[in-house]
């Protein structure tokens, strides 16, 4: 089992910015990538950005040139820069790692949340 602790949400204006983290814990083998997905309110979870452990990036369009994915490998931890917050980036933002083990097979793993609010 891999765990996932996130943190760094909250409240920020139009415009302002907010930095989330996650780190993974537990049997990891090889996590690969990690990523950040959001939910809005009736909408369905969505990617936002994803990074594998070479480095490589893909963000969603809403977001590219406002948020900025990051990894430290040796501590298995994933960073979402978010600059330029719009009211439409509200969101639960989630987590999500993949452990590959020994053999191949992958497993899928989420963190609990957290919420991110842009308002005045």
């Known amino acids: 089992q891999v765990q996932l602790v996130e943190s760094g949400g909250g409240l920020v204006q139009p415009g302002g910015s907010l930095r989330l983290s996650c780190a993974a814990s537990?049997?990891?083998?090889?996590?690969?990538?990690m990523g950040w997905y959001r939910q809005a309110p009736g909408k369905e979870r969505e990617l936002v950005a994803r990074i594998t452990s070479g480095g490589l990036t893909n963000y969603a369009d809403s977001v590219k040139g406002r948020f900025t994915i990051s990894r430290d490998n040796a501590k298995n931890t994933v960073y979402l820069q978010m600059n330029s917050l719009k009211p439409e980036d509200t969101a639960v933002y989630y987590c999500?790692?993949?452990?590959?083990?020994?053999?191949?097979?992958?497993?899928?793993?989420w963190g609990q949340g957290t919420l991110v609010t842009v308002s005045e």
């Open positions: 537990g049997s990891i083998f090889s996590i690969d990538p």
């Open positions: 999500n790692a993949q452990n590959q083990i020994p053999g191949g097979r992958r497993f899928q793993y």
